[in-house]
């Protein structure tokens, strides 16, 4: 029995760690009202503070989203573009993506928060 | 011959190694579910959307500034925890209210977030993006 809830535990410190290298590392906003993510149907785009953009762990400059996004949206059309922004980046990046993600196409987009309690 | 058998047990008690394994286990399923992320939702206009000519008196411009300030168009400077029962108010006084977020290039994207969070607390359904021309 000890042995079993052993390696669980370890199992759960494993992906406890793996899950803080994903992406860029950002503070995400708060908001009370959002709604559950549908994982499967995102693409997440990360963003920090000091204005560098991430997709699929890779840096890309805000140029050439627009060709990243259409590339994937390509293979499916209902793909939802998850916005993981810092909440300290200046709006003006924010608002350069979402240019890109119209002239790709991309309209649902979804601005990832945490709830209150983090 | 009397063999000489020591009486004190070199071994410990593993009986209560499962209870600790399981609180720390239960410690960090725990706190691995904590950073619960969420989404706003938001749909954007495409290439081909055309523009909606709206009637004046049905938009609702909320400006945040660089500062982090929040400005209701033609009302004044607004505080964010007083916004969702502004917004409440004129949804009930003109439900076709459509309500347009107005942010600043160098204003933090945590105002506009916070902004946005309280409109969807309102329940308002028509929401605009919109960047500030910086002069």
Do not use: C
């Amino acid at each position: 029995m000890a042995d079993i809830i052993f390696l669980l535990l370890i199992f759960f410190m494993v992906t406890t760690i793996f899950k803080m290298e994903e992406g860029l590392p950002i503070s995400l906003p708060r908001a009370e009202t959002g709604s559950e993510l549908e994982r499967e149907k995102l693409m997440n785009i990360w963003a920090d503070r000091f204005n560098r953009v991430s997709i699929n762990d890779k840096l890309v400059s805000v140029e050439l989203i627009d060709a990243v996004v259409s590339k994937r949206f390509e293979e499916n059309r209902g793909l939802i573009v998850a916005f993981n922004v810092d909440r300290r980046t200046k709006y003006d990046l924010v608002s350069r993506i979402m240019d890109q993600l119209k002239e790709a196409n991309a309209v649902n987009v979804t601005f990832v928060s945490v709830g209150e309690k983090e | 011959m009397i063999k000489k058998r020591s009486k004190i047990s070199a071994e410990f008690n593993t009986a209560s190694m499962s209870d600790i394994n399981f609180l720390l286990l239960i410690f960090f399923l725990v706190s691995t579910m904590f950073a619960v992320e969420k989404g706003l939702p938001m749909a954007l206009p495409g290439q081909q959307s055309k523009s909606v000519k709206l009637k004046r008196d049905n938009v609702l411009t909320i400006q945040a500034f660089a500062n982090g300030s929040i400005v209701i168009r033609g009302t004044g400077p607004v505080g964010v925890q007083d916004l969702r029962q502004i917004i409440e108010n004129k949804l009930i006084a003109n439900p076709k209210l459509v309500v347009v977020i107005e942010t600043h290039p160098d204003a933090e994207y945590s105002v506009m977030i916070d902004i946005l969070d309280e409109l969807r607390l309102a329940n308002a359904e028509r929401i605009s993006l919109r960047t500030m021309k910086s002069s």
